[in-house]
């Protein structure tokens, strides 16, 4: 149990569609990333949230956007969805601050998202 | 693209085997991180290696990376059911401290 919670657990969507998935990060916890994992895929960095504001981008396309709000929670937004956006979304919070770097992830369970 | 490579894809074998599984880059990392996940799970950090040769151990798994921070290996002794999975290595940069993923060993341990 991480103390990571994502909602919602599946989503069916079509094509063209938008999407927000949120993320609640683990107590004391200040930074969150967003993965997406294609089936039979490792995670693939989208990007992170460091004070509400990016800290780092995958190479996603623009309709990938994100944001984190003061309490540390997150949410991620995909626009104009495609088929290949079908996976299942990743949020993982972890710490910056006080010489600690934030490289020791605490994931969620993930929302599974179907795109028809 | 710090491209990590792990093999094998795909493993299954019969308690109380051993194996080991690998993770190679052409890039150096300043540390490499192992994570298992289960299905419907999100990835669950095992261990991170960070000097050059490290060995850590967990229990009955074994962790190494590699002299020139380039590679790393798992290996399980007397494997069981329970360490059924798909075994992520994750290569972490030191400028940005953002795990890339690989791509996974999915090992299956039948009774």
């Known amino acids: 149990e991480t103390g990571v919670t994502q909602s919602p657990t599946h989503l069916i969507k079509t094509r063209g569609q938008q999407v927000t998935l949120r993320c609640s990060s683990q107590?004391?916890?200040?930074?969150v990333s967003w993965y997406q994992q294609a089936l039979g895929q490792g995670p693939q960095f989208i990007f992170q949230?460091?004070?509400?504001?990016?800290?780092g981008r995958g190479n996603f396309p623009p309709r990938f956007s994100g944001l984190q709000f003061p309490n540390y929670s997150s949410e991620l937004n995909v626009n104009a969805l495609e088929l290949d956006d079908s996976a299942l979304y990743l949020c993982?919070?972890?710490?910056?601050?006080?010489?600690?770097?934030?490289?020791?992830?605490?994931f969620g369970s993930g929302t599974q998202l179907s795109v028809l | 693209t710090q491209l990590l490579e792990q093999s094998p894809q795909f493993l299954s074998i019969q308690e109380g085997e051993n194996l080991t599984v690998y993770c190679n880059s052409s890039?150096?990392?300043?540390?490499l991180q192992w994570y298992r996940q289960e299905p419907g799970e999100g990835p669950v950090l095992l261990v991170t290696?960070?000097?050059?040769?490290e060995v850590k151990k967990l229990k009955r798994l074994t962790f190494q990376f590699g002299d020139a921070r380039k590679d790393s290996s798992l290996h399980i002794t007397a494997a069981q059911p329970g360490d059924t999975g798909l075994y992520l290595c994750?290569?972490?940069?030191?400028?940005?401290?953002?795990?890339?993923f690989g791509r996974g060993t999915s090992l299956i341990v039948h009774p």
């Open positions: 290696v960070v000097t050059g040769g």
């Open positions: 107590s004391g916890h200040n930074t």
């Open positions: 890039s150096v990392f300043s540390s």
């Open positions: 993982a919070s972890s710490f910056i601050g006080g010489g600690a770097t934030n490289e020791k992830l605490f």
């Open positions: 949230y460091y004070r509400e504001e990016e800290n």
């Open positions: 994750a290569g972490v940069d030191g400028g940005s401290y953002i795990p890339t």
